[in-house]
Every structure is written in structure tokens, then in C-alpha cells.
């Protein structure tokens, strides 16, 4: 008899299964049950809630329950970034909420205080929406990504979404996707039939944040290691330091993995590399105390920025970027680097130009993504 096999780690705290009394015979319900039976967890409960249930709840311990979901909205949207300052005009494909992760500093925290990870199973109405949208005019170009409410591969290994997606999006030359995460699945790579159309993207931090702050997730060596898989594979890459975080040793920290990257990836197999000072919406930071004691970096001396967030005082922003950005340089990188949310002053002083020079930040980001940098 064979042994059932175990789920990746960040997955084994999922308990349950609610599905939409609509999905349960969807391909994706139908796949996530195929691929359950078989591990350990084939046989946790599978509850069939009524379509529309906002009363799906779970709370038992730290487990957490999938929900499988008829979603009604928009699934393409815009990157909610502010005006007031220099934002990337992303797209996001909106595949499900929550992850099964656990970052300190994770935003998604004060979005849902729940332990319900949620995908939509409505894969149909996806498609038709995202053909509607992408298909109208072949000519515009569009930049999406799926990691905006959720880690873009955090669930693939039960729901093959972005699979899915990589195959829908053969037939869209036009559009660019990045796939966001801080796991390692590879399972989607071979669903691409152009490499020069999938980003695989992994957020990188300094060792120390990555060992005290983020939990359940892959090492840094790991998500290199995975990039370098892929760059290997004709992929470009994205790689993103968000949030960036003063702590004693920043230095040294983000030293290290600067210099970790390049032993794993070239320069020109970089498409884009963002750099983002950690922000937080006012009522984030007791979300933060709460579930994470230990955290300090929230009593660092923040100001209010123009979208209401807090984040870092200037000075300790531009000292923290301009080091990074050196070390960053000496190592060949350079115009595919670019900030999350910063002002043209903070892009002059640490780049020596701001977006206006090249274009527009959006513009710019395009041409990078579509290897035209
Ligand atoms: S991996 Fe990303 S989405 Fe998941 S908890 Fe961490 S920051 Fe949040």
C-alpha cells in the first residue's frame, strides 16, 4: 500500500473544505479533491454552503479552511495605488483572498480577520471577463499580476490556478503576467508556451526578516534558488524588496542578500526589481501587536504619507534606499530598478532622475515587462 503523501508545509494547516453548492462540480472543486485524496489530508471535511455564504467562518486553533467560491465582482481590476505618488499602473487578476502564510507586516491582516482562504471556482466567468477585457483591442498591452489579495502560488499545488491561467493567457500575446509569491511551485512552468510572457516573481527581504517576520514561507535560498530554475528555463524574473524595514542590521541584512542574488541570477535575467519602504494603514499597527508581539520595527518613528499610511521618515527612507540601490548598482543593476510609492523627490535623490525622465513609471514598466527595456 502506498503512504499518503503530505502537503507542502505552508498548506498543512488547512482543516476543512467549504464549497459554493454552484462549484461543487467544477473542474477546480473537482481538481482540489483529486488532489487531496491521496495526502493526508484527503479525508478532512468538505462542507457544501449555499452560493453567496458570507457566513462561512472557521476558527479552530490555527487550522484554516479552504472555501471554494462563486465570485460574483470584477475579476480584473487596478492595483490600488495613490496619485500622490509614483505608482506602476498594475492590473490585478483577482483569483481568491487570504493566504496561507503569515508576515508580520502583511496587509491582508486588516483585510480579513478570518482563517478562510478563498478562490473563486467560477474559472468560466474568469475567463470570459479577462477576454473581454484583454481581447477588445490586441494592441493595448496589459500588465497584470495575481498576488494583489493573495500569494499568486501559494495554493497552486491544490488548485493548478495559475496554470490555468498560463494556458488561457497562450492565446493573449498581449498581456504580460507576474506571478508573485513566496513559495516555491514550478508546477505552471510547463503551461507556457512563451517564456517571454510569465514574470515568476519573488519577494525577497534581509535574512534576518525573513527568519523573524515571515512565517510558513520558503527561504530566501529556496525563492532564489526557484528563480534561478526558471531564468535557466528562458523566464525573466522579478525580484521585490517590499517592504523594506529598519532594524539594527539593516545594513549588513540587506547587504547580504543583495549580494546572495547574484550568485543565483544574472542582471539581464532580471525583468524589474521594486523597492518598497514598509507602509502601514493606521489600523494595521494593533492588527501587527497583536498577532505578532515580538515585532518591534512598528515603533520606528513613522510620519503620516499623503494615502494616509505610516511610513518611515524620509531621511531613514532615502538612507536605507540609497545604500541599497549602491550595492545594487555595483552588481549591474540599474534601470530595471524602481520604487513602490515614492515621490519624484525621493526618486532624485537616491536614483538621480525621477519617472518623467523616462516616460512615466507605467510606461516604463511596460516596456520592461515585454523585455523592451
Ligand atoms: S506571503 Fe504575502 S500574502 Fe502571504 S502572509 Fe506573507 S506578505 Fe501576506
Same mark, same amino acid.
Given at each position: 500500500?502506498?503512504?499518503?503523501?503530505r502537503?507542502?508545509?505552508?498548506?498543512?494547516?488547512?482543516?476543512?473544505?467549504?464549497?459554493?453548492?454552484?462549484?461543487?462540480?467544477?473542474?477546480?472543486?473537482?481538481?482540489?479533491? *483529486?488532489?487531496?485524496?491521496?495526502?493526508?489530508?484527503? !479525508?478532512?471535511?468538505?462542507t457544501?454552503? @449555499?452560493?453567496d455564504?458570507e457566513? /462561512?467562518?472557521?476558527?479552530?486553533?490555527d487550522?484554516?479552511?479552504?472555501?471554494?467560491?462563486?465570485?460574483?465582482?470584477? +475579476?480584473?481590476?487596478?492595483?490600488?495605488?495613490?496619485?500622490?505618488?509614483?505608482?506602476?499602473?498594475y492590473?490585478?487578476? *483577482?483569483?481568491g483572498?487570504?493566504?496561507?502564510?503569515?508576515?508580520?507586516?502583511?496587509?491582508?491582516q486588516?483585510?480579513f480577520?478570518d482563517?478562510?482562504?478563498?478562490?473563486?471556482a467560477?474559472? !468560466?466567468?474568469?475567463?470570459?471577463q479577462?477576454?473581454?477585457?484583454?481581447?477588445?483591442?490586441?494592441?493595448?498591452?496589459f500588465? /497584470?499580476?495575481?498576488? $494583489?489579495?493573495?500569494?499568486?502560488?501559494?495554493?497552486?499545488h491544490?488548485?493548478?490556478?495559475?496554470?490555468?491561467?498560463?494556458?488561457?493567457?497562450?492565446?493573449?500575446p498581449?498581456?504580460?503576467?507576474?506571478?508573485?509569491?513566496? /513559495?516555491?511551485?514550478?508546477s505552471?512552468?510547463?503551461? =507556457?508556451t512563451?517564456?517571454?510572457?510569465?514574470?515568476p =516573481?519573488?519577494?525577497?527581504?534581509?535574512?534576518?526578516?525573513?527568519?523573524?517576520?515571515?512565517?510558513?514561507?520558503s527561504?530566501?535560498?529556496?525563492?532564489?534558488?526557484?528563480?534561478?530554475t526558471?531564468?535557466?528555463?528562458?523566464?525573466?524574473?522579478?525580484l521585490?524588496? !517590499?517592504?523594506?524595514?529598519?532594524?539594527?542590521?539593516w545594513?549588513?541584512?540587506?547587504?547580504?542578500?543583495i549580494?546572495?542574488i547574484?550568485?543565483?541570477?544574472?542582471?539581464?535575467?532580471?525583468?524589474?526589481?521594486?523597492?518598497?519602504?514598509?507602509r502601514?494603514? @493606521?489600523?494595521?499597527t494593533?492588527?501587527?501587536?497583536?498577532?505578532?508581539?515580538?515585532?518591534?520595527?512598528?515603533?520606528?518613528? +513613522?510620519?503620516?504619507?499623503?494615502?494616509?499610511?505610516?511610513?518611515?521618515?524620509?531621511?531613514?527612507?532615502?538612507?536605507?534606499?540609497?545604500?541599497? /540601490?549602491d550595492?545594487?548598482?555595483?552588481?549591474?543593476?540599474?534601470?530595471?530598478?524602481?520604487?513602490?510609492?515614492?515621490s519624484?523627490?525621493?526618486w532624485?535623490?537616491v536614483?538621480?532622475? $525621477?519617472?518623467?525622465?523616462?516616460?512615466?513609471?507605467?510606461?516604463?514598466?511596460?516596456?520592461?515587462?515585454f523585455?523592451?527595456?
Open positions: 500500500m502506498t503512504e499518503p503523501k502537503l507542502p508545509a505552508h498548506l498543512r494547516r488547512i482543516a476543512h473544505v467549504f464549497v459554493d453548492e454552484t462549484m461543487q462540480d467544477s473542474p477546480l472543486a473537482q481538481r482540489v479533491r *483529486h488532489r487531496l485524496a491521496g495526502t493526508t489530508h484527503g !479525508d478532512i471535511p468538505w457544501v454552503v @449555499p452560493p455564504s457566513r /462561512v467562518t472557521f476558527s479552530r486553533g487550522a484554516q479552511a479552504l472555501y471554494l467560491k462563486e465570485y460574483k465582482g470584477r +475579476f480584473l481590476r487596478f492595483c490600488p495605488g495613490t496619485r500622490a505618488y509614483h505608482c506602476c499602473a492590473r490585478i487578476i *483577482h483569483i483572498e487570504n493566504c496561507p502564510m503569515a508576515c508580520s507586516y502583511c496587509i491582508l486588516a483585510y480577520q482563517r478562510v482562504l478563498k478562490i473563486w467560477n474559472q !468560466d466567468d474568469l475567463f470570459s479577462l477576454d473581454e477585457g484583454f481581447g477588445a483591442d490586441p494592441a493595448a498591452r500588465r /497584470v499580476g495575481t498576488g $494583489e489579495f493573495t500569494d499568486s502560488l501559494a495554493l497552486e491544490l488548485t493548478g490556478y495559475s496554470r490555468d491561467l498560463i494556458s488561457f493567457l497562450g492565446d493573449h498581449n498581456v504580460v503576467l507576474e506571478l508573485k509569491s513566496k /513559495v516555491v511551485d514550478l505552471w512552468m510547463d503551461a =507556457a512563451r517564456t517571454d510572457r510569465v514574470l =516573481a519573488w519577494s525577497l527581504n534581509a535574512p534576518f526578516i525573513n527568519e523573524h517576520e515571515e512565517f510558513g514561507v527561504t530566501l535560498e529556496e525563492r532564489l534558488a526557484a528563480a534561478r526558471c531564468a535557466q528555463a528562458g523566464f525573466r524574473v522579478c521585490h524588496f !517590499d517592504p523594506v524595514i529598519h532594524y539594527p542590521g545594513r549588513e541584512g540587506y547587504a547580504r542578500t549580494d546572495m547574484f550568485d543565483y541570477v544574472r542582471p539581464e535575467q532580471i525583468a524589474y526589481m521594486s523597492l518598497g519602504s514598509f502601514c494603514m @493606521p489600523q494595521l494593533p492588527i501587527i501587536a497583536d498577532n505578532f508581539p515580538d515585532t518591534t520595527y512598528i515603533y520606528n518613528e +513613522f510620519v503620516p504619507g499623503l494615502d494616509g499610511k505610516a511610513r518611515l521618515l524620509r531621511p531613514l527612507r532615502v538612507e536605507q534606499f540609497s545604500f541599497m /540601490v550595492r545594487l548598482r555595483g552588481h549591474g543593476m540599474d534601470r530595471q530598478l524602481y520604487f513602490c510609492m515614492e519624484s523627490e525621493v532624485n535623490q536614483f538621480g532622475y $525621477e519617472p518623467k525622465d523616462f516616460g512615466g513609471l507605467a510606461k516604463h514598466l511596460m516596456k520592461q515587462a523585455g523592451e527595456g
